[in-house]
């Protein structure tokens, strides 16, 4: 039974356009989520979280936004680089515990 | 370079061996995790220690085993390899119990079981 689930395994976007990654989720119980970002050869990065009681959170480039009515968020990243290249996941932790459960992931591709 | 520290960085063995991964974790995290993702799969949680007792357990084979020891490192051993067990297995650590800045991951090992 897969909580957190990317639908999308790829995504292409031109530099300086908006990039735009989807995740739903099944548990209405889930107290935040988080998106980490994953370069070849590298562990996950840690990129942007938001707490269940928000709709919005942004740094920089970087927006997630949730919809609890729908059990959807989704990462913007405006403008796209070509060092955004990667493949992102969306995570959240269960039942309370440190344990989070991941998105297999979507692998988005900037074009110069 | 994250501060978690995973060694070896590859890893090619028989299957019915024996492996044993080791993690750093980053200066002051008591706690560490570990994950493995498969081909195709997203991260799947195996096992949590925190301040050197098991904390949460995911679906970590019977085969599999993993400690932390008083300096704060961890070791997962895997034994009985199959080759559906070749993966990259990830460790992360952070600080306490709240994740609100996400954990930190090693950079991986990957294990190819032949």
């Known amino acids: 039974d897969q909580q957190v689930k990317q639908n999308s395994p790829s995504l292409s976007v031109q530099e300086g356009r908006i990039s735009i990654l989807n995740c739903d989720y099944t548990?209405?119980?889930?107290?935040?989520f988080l998106w980490y970002k994953k370069y070849p050869a590298e562990g996950p990065t840690f990129l942007i979280s938001?707490?269940?009681?928000?709709d919005k959170n942004e740094d920089g480039r970087f927006t997630v936004f949730l919809n609890k009515s729908a059990k959807h968020l989704s990462l913007h990243i405006v403008p796209s680089q070509p060092g955004d290249s990667a493949v992102y996941f969306c995570?959240?932790?269960?039942?309370?515990?440190?344990?989070?459960?991941f998105g297999k992931g979507t692998k988005l591709t900037v074009n110069p | 370079d994250s501060g978690v520290t995973q060694t070896p960085k590859h890893l090619i063995t028989a299957t019915g061996q024996r492996v044993t991964l080791r993690c750093s974790p980053r200066?002051?995290?008591?706690?560490v995790y570990w994950y493995q993702q498969s081909l195709d799969q997203g991260l799947q949680f195996l096992i949590q220690?925190?301040?050197?007792?098991?904390?949460a357990k995911g679906n970590i084979l019977e085969r599999f085993s993993a400690q932390q020891f008083p300096d704060l490192h961890s070791e997962l051993n895997l034994s009985s390899l199959e080759l559906g067990d070749s993966a990259l297995y990830f460790c992360?650590?952070?600080?306490?119990?709240?994740?609100?800045?996400?954990?930190?991951f090693g950079s991986g090992t990957r294990l190819t079981v032949v």
């Open positions: 938001i707490s269940s009681i928000k």
């Open positions: 992360a650590s952070s600080p306490t119990a709240r994740l609100n800045y996400g954990y930190t």
């Open positions: 220690y925190y301040n050197g007792e098991e904390r």
């Open positions: 548990n209405s119980m889930f107290d935040y």
């Open positions: 200066s002051g995290d008591l706690s």
């Open positions: 995570a959240a932790p269960q039942g309370g515990s440190e344990k989070l459960v």
